[in-house]
């Protein structure tokens, strides 16, 4: 049984290419395009094993789902996939409940190993 993982991200490429990482790696990818959907397709998807956020996005933010999450009471894992690196927003992630911070562009092989680790797999 391959775990889940939904990709949140307003960019269509950045989506592709962590399905294309995540799909050779076994994983099941869902996605999203802004922090709205994404917590909307959290709340109907309860066996999610990971959730990978971009931080700039229209509607909501990644860190406005992230602490909506978090309000909600959702436990599911949370790595921040993003171009931004500033101190300041990656503690507010953390103080979020998020498991990790990945720059963009990323490395696939880095993306799955820290998917393998986070899901157990």
Request: net charge neutral.
């Amino acid at each position: 049984m391959s775990k889940k993982i939904i990709v949140v991200d307003d960019s269509q490429t950045v989506r592709q290419q962590v399905v294309l990482a995540l799909n050779q790696g076994g994983f099941t990818v869902m996605e999203a395009v802004d922090g709205l959907e994404g917590f909307d397709s959290i709340q109907k998807t309860p066996d999610l094993a990971l959730v990978l956020c971009d931080v700039n996005m229209p509607r909501a933010n990644g860190l406005e789902m992230l602490e909506s999450l978090k309000q909600a009471g959702y436990a599911v894992p949370v790595v921040m996939l993003t171009t931004e690196g500033q101190p300041q927003l990656i503690d507010r992630a953390k103080k979020a409940g998020a498991k990790g911070w990945i720059i963009k562009p990323f490395k696939a092989d880095l993306l799955l190993a820290a998917a393998r680790k986070i899901c157990g797999t």
